[in-house]
């Protein structure tokens, strides 16, 4: 529970019905009260299991179905948990594209106030920085998605202007060196990739560790940046890694 959310996991042995018994029976004992219309449920397992979840929408063959009103995600439909987009197959730059029409929207209101410069500047951190850097931190931001927010900042500033007086680039740059200290979005896309320590990358760590050369001592093993070494970042051994991992190997 976090917040006004709850994410509750059920084995496949469990019955629906008995949760929503339970929900209701807190409920009443506490005063709160839970929006069940508004339940969403990822099946997760084998292909096979989630498929005959959505055809019978049945945990298990003894168990009742699921009320209509309550929302099965089917593969590739992303599900909105504590600020992120999960989901079986989800196509991650399609979930970015609802958070760029709205800071696109909100960027166009702003303008037509007209503000200066200094004004866009801020308009810039707190529309474009403050609307993308939760998920950017919880999912990353695939480079097309980062070109074409980069993209409607220029736009912002400038306008349609084919030539702008000044590179976008330039303004990036602190006032004593000629800019403005306009947010830079690949930078701060590095940043947050570089601070992350997410529980799921001491796996990584591992994963890593098992492509080191043969005669590695194994205290050289606590920590892949750390190394003596260098993890492969192409070829047939650094295919064993998943792609973000890879990504950030190559980053180094």
Not at 85 to 106: C, F, H, M, R, S
Not at 132 to 158: C, D, H, V
Not at 208 to 224: A, M, Q, R, V
């Amino acid at each position: 529970m976090f917040a006004d959310d709850t994410t509750i996991y059920l084995k496949k042995s469990d019955n629906y019905n008995d949760l929503e018994a339970i929900l209701g029976s807190w409920c009443q004992a506490s005063g709160a009260k839970f929006n069940l219309e508004k339940t969403e449920i990822i099946p997760i397992g084998s292909q096979k299991h989630r498929d005959e979840i959505l055809l019978t929408r049945k945990l298990n063959p003894e168990s009742p179905p699921i009320k209509q009103s309550v929302n099965i995600a089917k593969d590739g439909q992303p599900i909105r948990s504590l600020g992120a987009w999960i989901g079986n197959k989800v196509d991650n730059p399609a979930t970015w594209e609802q958070v760029l029409n709205k800071v696109n929207k909100a960027l166009m209101r702003w303008k037509e106030g007209n503000p200066t410069l200094n004004g866009k500047r801020l308009i810039v951190q707190m529309i474009a920085g403050g609307m993308t850097q939760f998920l950017t931190k919880a999912q990353g931001m695939p480079e097309n998605i980062e070109n074409s927010l980069i993209s409607t900042i220029r736009k912002f500033i400038w306008g349609e202007v084919k030539s702008p007086p000044i590179g976008i680039e330039h303004l990036y740059k602190p006032p004593h060196e000629g800019g403005i200290n306009l947010l830079d979005i690949k930078s701060r896309n590095l940043a947050i990739e570089i601070t992350k320590r997410a529980p799921w990358t001491f796996v990584t760590d591992i994963l890593i560790n098992n492509l080191k050369p043969s005669g590695i001592k194994s205290n050289e093993d606590l920590n892949t940046f750390l190394h003596l070494w260098s993890p492969p970042t192409q070829g047939t051994r650094a295919n064993t890694l998943p792609n973000e991992q890879k990504k950030k190997l190559q980053m180094q």
